[in-house]
């Protein structure tokens, strides 16, 4: 008991030392508020001149910030998806939308546009994508959609929050083929049927025909005409037959055409004198072939005399 009154009466020492020392300082008062301060977000300024129009006005989206669109394919792929909007800069009427994938065409974009309560789109220009080439795959893309007017910019990117998720299915939208099934469909294309193949070779042997009776025709018309300079182009009208093929079975047919052509060639006569005795031996022929025909006719008179006894 004696040590607990000792301790009492130490605290209440020291606190009237403390007392004494505050009497000259002031007390400065504090006064709390329940309330949290808030920070105020596009801070809309007033065009009238009285006072009640300069309280700030509190909005809860920021629209040169990037606006986030929650979408999916249909119930069977209802992943969640996303596209990212954000007003243009450089123009008060567009809207930038990437992270477009390759099956969603610049059509099917304008209809999910439409769907934020904005309207169709006057104008949707695909602007760069990520693939390397354009010939080796298809990737993703970026896209500009030009408005009416910059309020529906506004009501577009306000209505991505408000909208919690929108499927493709819903609003009818075809997704066009991709991967593995575009792939396989572009290379049983690029075979091309029976009938195809047929119908381009008929079409290329009409071309051709058609393009040789031109030549010709033109090749008709100038024939024995002068040109320019007075020369007259001489072309080969016709072809001669190609002589037909003898067969020869037996040794005795090849020695008789053998002997035919050696006669045919003796018979020639390249010189003067040669034509002289060709003419010579062609005089005795016919006079010896006439005295054989006088004998002949001779004999045949004396046949036809009636003799009856």
Not at 136 to 164: H, M, W
Not at 233 to 238: I, R, Y
Request: charged fraction near 30%.
């Amino acid at each position: 008991m004696v040590a607990t009154n000792k301790e009492r009466e130490e605290t209440i020492t020291v606190r009237t030392k403390e007392e004494k020392k505050n009497k000259g300082k002031k007390i400065r008062k504090v006064k709390i508020s329940g309330k949290i301060p808030t920070k105020v977000k596009n801070v809309v300024p007033s065009t009238s001149s009285s006072t009640n129009d300069k309280v700030p006005v509190l909005c809860n989206t920021y629209y040169n910030s990037l606006q986030t669109l929650r979408y999916g394919i249909n119930e069977k792929f209802n992943s969640e998806r996303h596209l990212f909007l954000k007003k243009d800069p450089t123009n008060q009427f567009s809207l930038i939308i990437t992270n477009i994938p390759p099956y969603i065409t610049p059509i099917a974009l304008g209809r999910i546009l439409a769907e934020l309560g904005s309207g169709r789109p006057e104008e949707i220009i695909a602007q760069r994508g990520t693939a390397a080439s354009d010939k080796i795959t298809e990737g993703f893309y970026t896209a500009s959609a030009r408005l009416k007017t910059e309020t529906a910019v506004e009501q577009a990117l306000q209505n991505c929050d408000n909208i919690p998720f929108l499927s493709l299915s819903n609003i009818d939208i075809k997704l066009t083929q991709n991967g593995a099934t575009k792939s396989c469909d572009e290379y049983h294309n690029s075979f091309r049927t029976m009938a195809q193949l047929q119908e381009s070779v008929n079409s290329y042997i009409e071309k051709h025909d058609t393009k040789i009776l031109e030549e010709k025709r033109k090749a008709k018309k100038m024939a024995n005409v002068p040109d320019e300079d007075g020369w007259i182009t001489v072309t080969k009208s016709h072809y001669k037959p190609v002589p037909s093929a003898i067969v020869v079975k037996n040794k005795e047919d090849l020695l008789k055409l053998s002997k035919k052509k050696k006669r045919v060639e003796e018979s020639i006569a390249f010189y003067s004198f040669q034509l002289k005795q060709s003419k010579l031996r062609h005089l005795e022929e016919l006079r010896r072939k006439f005295a054989e025909d006088k004998k002949k006719l001779a004999i045949a008179k004396a046949a036809r005399k009636f003799r009856p006894l």
